[in-house]
């Protein structure tokens, strides 16, 4: 089945606690993207990647991390949270760049920061 | 830049009548536009998307979405509403310009009374 996973659904952490959230893609899909979801703003983009190797900064990417080492993989790295990034994180990936292609979204990942 | 204004935060109808979601939309070039629905601690599934063609868009489960391009707007309808598309909304804009980045709107809430 074609599908976006993320590990874990749930994390519950400390302020300062570094954590990583997992992205896996099963598509062969070259575009990857990571956001978050907050009441009342939609989602927001995070960060993005064109292909291996290939990322980039979107609009809120204060505080977070990424890396593209293998095409099906992009994880989000919080090198030490914060009380405001807890939020509602999904990932997505299309076959490319380009505008046309729909975009296939994880299940999401709830983080809570105390 | 792109962006979405979604017109109602919230949205209220009876089983079996219709539904009207409204979406303005502002992009520089031809935009590609999507609804997506995002049903209670789900990820969000692609409804239907415009990319140039017909501007009348038919998606699944029924709803539509007309392109007009002179007034910006890329709502969507169903004739007849189930209680089981109770969910939130989103409306959104992407544009080669922009890299594929999706805007979204801030979303509708649809309550579906019984």
């Known amino acids: 089945e074609a599908q976006v996973t993320q590990n874990p659904r749930y994390l519950i952490t400390v302020t300062g606690k570094k954590l990583t959230v997992t992205c896996s893609q099963n598509?062969?899909?070259?575009?990857m993207s990571w956001y978050r979801q907050d009441p009342g703003l939609g989602l927001r983009q995070i960060y993005y990647?064109?292909?291996?190797?290939?990322?980039d900064k979107g609009d809120v990417p204060e505080g977070y991390k990424v890396s593209r080492k293998e095409k099906r993989n992009f994880p989000l790295i919080l090198e030490s949270p914060s009380p405001n990034q807890t939020s509602l994180y999904f990932c997505?990936?299309?076959?490319?760049?380009?505008?046309?292609?729909?975009?296939?979204f994880g299940p999401g990942t709830r983080l809570t920061v105390l | 830049a792109q962006s979405v204004t979604q017109l109602d935060s919230h949205v209220s109808v009876s089983e079996g009548t219709p539904v009207l979601l409204r979406c303005n939309y502002s992009?520089?070039?031809?935009?590609?536009l999507f609804w997506y629905v995002q049903h209670p601690n789900k990820g969000l599934q692609l409804l239907l998307k415009y990319t140039s063609a017909a501007t009348l868009v038919k998606g699944i489960n029924g709803f539509e979405a007309e392109f007009k391009k002179s007034e910006t707007s890329f709502h969507l309808t169903k004739p007849s509403a189930h209680m089981s598309e109770a969910a939130e909304y989103f409306c959104?804009?992407?544009?080669?310009?922009?890299?594929?980045?999706?805007?979204f709107g801030a979303g509708t809430i649809l309550r579906v009374k019984s």
């Open positions: 997505a990936s299309s076959l490319s760049q380009n505008s046309y292609n729909e975009q296939f």
């Open positions: 990647s064109m292909n291996v190797e290939v990322t």
């Open positions: 959104v804009v992407s544009d080669w310009e922009y890299g594929n980045k999706l805007v």
């Open positions: 598509m062969n899909h070259e575009y």
């Open positions: 992009s520089s070039y031809s935009p590609s």
